[in-house]
């Protein structure tokens, strides 16, 4: 799906500390939280630059956020 930055902001910090030209975020549906946190591991490894690191939500996903090499944020969701 897309999500308008703004709506992300109060839950990502990373968003909320700078400015970023993108106005949309993709958001990608991983299969478990399990998948979720091996993606963010290996990316890890991969040294991917992050906005966020791995966190659980109070809606039962575990989420974590990445810039592309474009600049525009990547939140990758498990539950």
């Known amino acids: 799906m897309l999500q308008q930055i703004g709506g ?3 839950h990502l910090p990373g968003i909320a500390r700078k400015l970023t030209n993108p106005t949309h975020a993709v958001v ?6 399990d998948d979720a946190e091996a993606l963010y591991r290996h990316l890890d490894e991969l040294s ?8 659980r939500t109070d809606y039962g996903t575990m989420e974590f956020s ?3 090499p474009d600049g525009y944020v990547l939140l990758i969701a498990g539950s």
């Open 8 to 10: 992300l902001a109060d």
């Open 28 to 33: 990608l549906r991983v299969g478990s939280i």
């Open 48 to 55: 991917v630059e992050r906005q966020t690191g791995l966190r």
């Open 66 to 68: 990445i810039l592309d």
